[in-house]
């Protein structure tokens, strides 16, 4: 029995201490669309070469049919999804590697975010 009520003691003062940490972070309410806002103050977003971008990956993806599509063959490819798969790479990528990345992907030579390395 005193196994199973320092159990429960243990629980309670866990559950205690997790309900207390909860209320010490940035303050969150809900918006009129029914979503929850955090009030926490953010820089805005640098823009980004979008047209340059978009332009690069419609050469990609034309890139990316050639080389898969045979000859009297249906053939489907998402060059959206391999492209979301690669920025991932890119991300982390730096040097000669982000260099074939941005060189595949028709990337623009300015705006794309660069690691040394």
């Known amino acids: 029995m005193a196994k199973n009520g320092c159990l429960a003691a243990g629980l309670a003062l866990a559950g205690l201490s997790l309900v207390s940490?909860?209320?010490?972070?940035?303050?969150?309410?809900?918006?009129?669309?029914?979503?929850?806002?955090?009030?926490?103050?953010?820089?805005?977003?640098?823009?980004?070469?979008?047209?340059?971008?978009?332009?690069?990956?419609l050469l990609f993806a034309a890139d990316l049919y050639r080389s898969a599509a045979k000859d009297a063959t249906n053939t489907v490819v998402s060059p959206l999804s391999v492209a979301l798969a690669a920025s991932m790479l890119r991300a982390g990528a730096g040097g000669q590697t982000a260099a074939e990345i941005d060189r595949v992907f028709h990337f623009p030579p300015v705006g794309v975010s660069r690691r040394a390395g």
Request: proline share 11%; with cysteine.
């Open 21 to 57: 940490a909860c209320g010490h972070g940035p303050a969150v309410k809900a918006s009129t669309a029914g979503l929850l806002v955090a009030d926490v103050p953010r820089a805005p977003a640098a823009a980004a070469p979008l047209t340059g971008v978009t332009d690069g990956l």
